[in-house]
T-cell receptor
């Protein structure tokens, strides 16, 4: 079955860039996503990328996709304390089924 | 004007009881989902309904029974609750043609 892996924890200083990495196994993935979960809340879609793209930029967020290595990353520029949350990578290759990664907890140190 | 709402937000109950969690979305989406998030924050899909029809049913005990009375509602009924059912349950909805999902705030279920 599909498998999506992330490192569990990342700590950065305010103002620095954060890079959260993700690897997946399903070679038929069509969409790849990044979701954000703040404490006590549901997940919120941050951005997504089609599998035929290498990069997508949206304000402070940059998504890089290496389809050959099945590697996805999310870069947050000028990280702020409000960015502290758990970030989930996810992929979808089939009919509406989305497989989520294990989540990376981002801690931003003031 | 909440997009995806769930009730209750917290649910504390004894082992062996039967309980329900309700979900409603006002986004006009065709597809609704139930996810379970465990204490390690691992998120796993349980069910998906499209236009009131079950389309995804992961390996979930048959004590869990989803019910979709209409496109805007997907409720989750759980029989004979067990300690291992303690988790946060998230409802989500999304349009059929795209995979973006909108999540509810979650229901924290604690089984004592």
């Amino acid at each position: 079955g599909e498998d999506v892996e992330q490192s569990l924890f990342l700590s950065v200083r305010e103002g620095d860039s954060s890079v959260i990495n993700c690897t997946y196994t399903d070679s038929s993935s069509t969409y790849l996503y990044w979701y954000k979960q703040e404490p006590g809340a549901g997940l919120q879609l941050l951005t997504y990328i089609f599998s035929n793209m290498d990069m997508k930029q949206d304000q402070r967020l940059t998504v890089l996709l290496n389809k050959k290595d099945k590697h996805l990353s999310l870069r947050i520029a000028d990280t702020q304390t409000g960015d502290s949350a758990i970030y989930f990578c996810a992929e979808s290759g089939g009919y509406q089924k989305v497989t989520f990664g294990t989540g990376t907890k981002l801690q931003v140190i003031p | 004007d909440t997009a995806v709402s769930q009730t209750p937000k917290y649910l504390v109950t004894q082992m062996g009881n039967d309980k329900s969690i309700k979900c409603e979305q006002n986004l006009g989406h065709d597809t609704m989902y139930w996810y379970k998030q465990d204490s390690k924050k691992f998120l796993k899909i349980m069910f998906s309904y499209n236009n009131k029809e079950l389309i995804i049913n992961e390996t979930v005990p048959n004590r869990f029974s989803p019910k979709s009375p209409d496109k805007a509602h997907l409720n989750l009924h759980i029989n004979s609750l067990e300690l291992g059912d303690s988790a946060v349950y998230f409802c989500a909805s999304g349009p059929t043609r795209a995979n973006e999902q909108f999540f509810g705030p979650g229901t924290r279920l604690t089984v004592l």
